[in-house]
């Protein structure tokens, strides 16, 4: 009986040696609850290193029908077609499903802001990477969270990741590259509250086309106590942009912030323009607490003064109904330096597309200078170039091939994690970077409603 035993204990062995480990070397996604179309976007592209079948885990409904929707847009169009397949779990308990089943090895969620950190939490608990969504965290007690989040993501060498398109907006790019060219830039300023060193200005608009479609947005948007308010949500790629052009590398503690000033406000829809947006007639229950006289009137636009690192910053949202015709989102931003000034506008003069000025405070030949610097940086932006407005302002031509667009960027943010996934470690300074980007805007909350 002995010999027998063992005899089926070395066959057994032999079997599961033969049996292929899992790849784990792979990304595997779990899209959880996916609220926001953010979430589609991560898959509008294809990836090597992803597995082609993503399984969801969601409530039914329109916004996860929406979601998928998409999804088969990207598989069935007629250049570079996808090809995801979708494996569908709908049910009410569907964060514990996810947790129980596990299919994946890393959790996307874009969707309900309020929810968002305790799906976080749960997945690090349940040793999940996480992929999200901004805002990771919209008020004081979900900042608490998201620190004893990274505290466990440590401690399982796993994952936490949120999704920055705005770093590889072309101009925001050429703007942080030509900031580290000293001949050209000098030192940035300290700057004070009127004239911030950096500052940035992102408009955006509630009736929007995506992907080619009018985007149809879930009534819960418009709540603040799901979505949050403005000065957290579209914020934190403001202060992100902040952190990561003024202190390229640097890491940046919540000390290193000092709040100033900060502000919020509403923005009024009249019944048919909610209607337009959401295709619902009546306001939800959940909203009539921001309804005078049949207007919706949503606090989604923020202000931050802030200093970081001693230098004076200043962030703005700003949501509008509709964009004007043949427009869209639009971004201003400026950086003051000692030897001159890098400015983002996207005004009429500009046909309303981000453009890249560059004015001296220099004397002599500045214009050599600057496209030296130029020629410096080819190697990530080639073709660009610089031509004369004036005496002193020189704007940056930059090929079209480099405007890829927003809903583009989600691919290449995709990419990015796929290769700290792989060497399973972020940069030293992103983590730390993290948590005070969204020390920043809680306590700027915190401030504003106070």
């Avoid at 609850?33 to 409904?61: N, R, W």
């Avoid at 929406?66 to 570079?80: A, H, M, P, T, V």
């Avoid at 992102?202 to 106590?225: C, E, M, Q, Y």
């Avoid at 015709?325 to 950086?335: A, L, N, P, R, V």
Wanted: aromatic share 10%; hydrophobic share 35%; charged share 25%.
């Amino acid at each position: 009986m002995k010999t027998k035993y063992f005899y089926w204990i070395a066959i057994a062995t032999f079997i599961m040696g033969c049996t292929p480990k899992e790849d784990n070397s792979k990304v595997k996604l779990m899209t959880l609850d996916p609220g926001h179309f953010h979430a589609a976007l991560i898959q509008k592209t294809s990836y090597k290193d992803i597995d082609t079948t993503v399984d969801v885990y969601a409530p039914e409904g329109p916004e996860v029908k929406d979601f998928l929707n998409k999804i088969e847009g990207y598989n069935s169009r007629s250049e570079n077609p996808t090809n995801w397949t979708v494996k569908t779990h709908f049910s009410e308990d569907y964060l514990e499903k996810m947790i129980a089943e596990k299919p994946g090895n890393v959790m996307v969620v874009s969707g309900k802001n309020s929810k968002k950190i305790d799906y976080i939490l749960a997945a690090v608990n349940a040793g999940l990477n996480v992929y999200a969504d901004k805002p990771l965290v919209v008020n004081q007690q979900g900042f608490e969270k998201l620190k004893k989040v990274f505290k466990i993501a440590a401690e399982k060498n796993l994952l936490v990741y949120d999704i920055m398109t705005e770093r590889f907006e072309v101009t925001t790019g050429l703007q942080k590259a030509l900031s580290m060219q000293p001949e050209v830039f000098g030192m940035l300023l300290d700057g004070s509250p009127l004239e911030p060193s950096i500052s940035k200005e992102s408009i955006h608009h509630l009736s929007k086309i995506v992907s080619g479609k009018p985007l149809v947005r879930p009534a819960w948007f418009l709540d603040t106590n799901q979505q949050g308010e403005g000065i957290v949500d579209v914020t934190t790629h403001l202060v992100d942009l902040v952190q990561w052009e003024a202190f390229p590398g640097q890491i940046i503690d919540s000390s290193d912030i000092e709040i100033i000033s900060s502000k919020r406000w509403t923005t009024s829809l009249a019944p048919d323009q909610f209607k337009n947006i959401t295709g619902l007639d009546s306001y939800p229950e959940y909203l009539q607490k921001d309804v005078k006289s049949d207007t919706l009137n949503i606090y989604c636009n923020g202000e931050i003064n802030y200093t970081i690192k001693g230098k004076h910053a200043k962030v703005s949202v700003i949501w509008n109904y509709k964009a004007p015709e043949c427009t869209g989102d639009t971004h201003q931003s400026s950086m003051r330096g000692s030897k001159s000034d890098l400015i983002i506008k996207q005004g009429e003069a500009e046909n309303f597309k981000p453009t890249l000025y560059v004015t001296s405070k220099e004397e002599g030949d500045f214009e050599s200078t600057l496209k030296q610097a130029l020629e410096s940086i080819q190697g990530d932006y080639p073709g660009v170039t610089a031509d004369k407005v004036s005496d002193s302002q020189w704007k940056i031509v930059i090929p079209e091939i480099l405007k890829i667009g927003h809903e583009a960027h989600f691919g290449q943010v995709t990419d990015n994690f796929l290769k700290y996934y792989k060497n399973s470690i972020l940069p030293e300074w992103e983590v730390p970077n993290m948590i005070t980007k969204y020390y920043t805007t809680t306590q700027a909350y915190k401030k504003a409603i106070n």
